[in-house]
């Protein structure tokens, strides 16, 4: 593989698959643009060499191909202005004549995005064909999607190998976020404690039995801990819960304690009666929510449990929010933690935060630069910690 600083670019059409996987509310605004701006150096790169720059991501979870609410055309303007103005085209699709005529003619200094990589079931199925495809528009592959890293699809694991060696590498921020992710890895100061929540459960409840060789505390919050204390035989009423992991859950319990990792679930909700910001809310016992009522954010006396172990930590990973920060009702548990992390930094602890709704949380409170280093990558930031070589990663090297 090449590096990418010593590349230049000059004449060279670049497909650059990044992660643009970014939050976007009701109207379709970017809530925070975060992943977007983290690959602003790489792109300008490209384009200040008199290349041309090709971008992929996907955005969301599609299921069913093409669907409006999914669409990468709802970061064209944005992008436009972190590129101070540079043309940026978009191709209504990320393969086929569309996407080949675009590329075809991008000038020199030009940027086209492509559609949403998931209306394709290929691309999370690491589909050879469709990688050919997408590595059909471009003669250099820039992989600079950390935030993905963990994923064996098309664009990420099977593109790279289209390439001669090269004529592949990674972007500025993968080299920054694996240069950080490394440093902690190698030399991270005890206690460790890993903190996860938010809601992709099943992707991430795997990691947690990995963690335990690193972590001396795993504290989980967020929808993640339904399914822990519904493992547990309490009442969760109409919480997230992953019903086929239950069994894991009483594992990783047993196993935490064998090893003497302690992992530390909420004793307390607030509750919901529906999935809204105006919902009626009440605080209760995690022993036993209300048939009917979800917990959608930590209660406060978890808020007191979560930030003891935290503030006596000098290494911390976080990854999830602890509850539904988007709506304010819910955000106190959220909010908390990273004041908690925010102090332990303060007092010397080394703080990392990753993923993409963490991230745009603590950008919410203002506490980014609080924190010792924030990363685009939540699950592979997360992955990475276990020790494992990411698929994105091993692609460009081999
Ligand atoms: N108790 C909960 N019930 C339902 N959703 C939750 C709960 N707690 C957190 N969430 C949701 O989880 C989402 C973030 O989850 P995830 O994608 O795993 O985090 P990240 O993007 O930081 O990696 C947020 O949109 C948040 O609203
Ligand atoms: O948002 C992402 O990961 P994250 O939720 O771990 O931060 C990445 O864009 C990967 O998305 P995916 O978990 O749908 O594969």
């Keep these: 593989m090449s590096k990418f600083s010593d590349f230049n670019f ?86 086929g004549e569309v996407a080949e005529k675009a590329a ?26 469709f990688a050919e495809k997408l590595s059909k528009l471009g003669d250099v592959y ?19 190998e289209f390439y001669p060696a090269d004529k592949r590498m990674f972007g500025l921020l993968m080299e920054a976020e694996v240069g950080n992710a490394e440093k902690v890895l190698h030399g991270a100061a005890k206690p460790f404690t890993a903190i996860l929540g938010g809601a992709k459960v099943s992707d991430k409840i795997l990691i947690i039995e990995n963690l335990m060789e690193k972590a001396n505390n795993i504290i989980i919050g967020g929808g993640m801990a339904y399914t822990f204390l519904k ?5 969760i009423g109409s919480s997230l819960c992953e019903n ?35 919902a009626n809310t009440q605080t209760v016992s995690n022993d036993n929510i209300p048939a009917g009522w979800m917990g959608l954010d930590i209660g406060p006396k978890s808020v007191a449990l979560f930030s ?29 933690v990273a004041d908690a992390i925010v102090l332990a930094t303060a007092q010397g602890a080394f703080s990392l935060v990753g993923g993409g709704d963490s991230v745009a949380a603590v950008n919410q409170f203002g506490l980014a630069e609080k924190v010792s ?3 685009t990558g939540g699950g592979a930031m997360l992955e990475f910690f276990e020790g494992k070589t990411l698929p994105g990663i091993a692609a460009v090297k081999a």
């Excluded at 493992?231 to 009442?235: I, L, N, Y």
């Excluded at 594992?251 to 909420?266: F, R, S």
């Excluded at 000098?314 to 819910?330: D, Q, R, S």
């Design 142 to 160: 820039v992989n600079d999607a950390f935030g993905t890293a963990h994923r064996a699809h098309a664009s990420t694991a099977v593109m790279a």
């Design 104 to 129: 075809a003619g991008l000038q020199p200094g030009e940027v086209l995005l492509l559609e949403n990589l998931r209306f394709y079931k290929e691309e999370e199925k690491g589909d050879k064909g």
């Design 244 to 278: 086929e992991k239950l069994d894991l859950a009483l594992e990783l319990l047993a196993k935490a304690k064998a090893k003497g990792v302690q992992l530390i679930l909420p004793v307390d909700s607030v509750a919901a009666d529906k999935f809204a910001a105006d």
């Design 373 to 375: 280093y924030v990363s």
């Design 231 to 235: 493992a547990q035989g309490k009442e």
């Design 10 to 95: 000059k004449g060279h059409k670049a497909v650059v698959r990044v992660d643009f996987n970014v939050p976007l509310n009701d109207q379709f605004q970017i809530t925070d643009d975060t992943r977007m701006t983290a690959a602003v150096p790489t792109i300008k790169k490209i384009l200040a060499d008199g290349g041309s720059v090709i971008l992929m991501s996907h955005l969301g979870r599609p299921k069913d191909g093409p669907t409006d609410k999914y669409s990468l055309k709802h970061l064209v303007n944005h992008l436009i202005k972190l590129l101070d103005g540079v043309t940026v085209k978009f191709a209504a699709d990320c393969i």
């Design 308 to 336: 003891e172990t935290i503030q006596q930590s000098k290494t911390i990973l976080w990854n999830g929010p602890m509850g539904v920060f988007e709506m304010k009702a819910f955000q106190n548990g959220t909010k908390s």
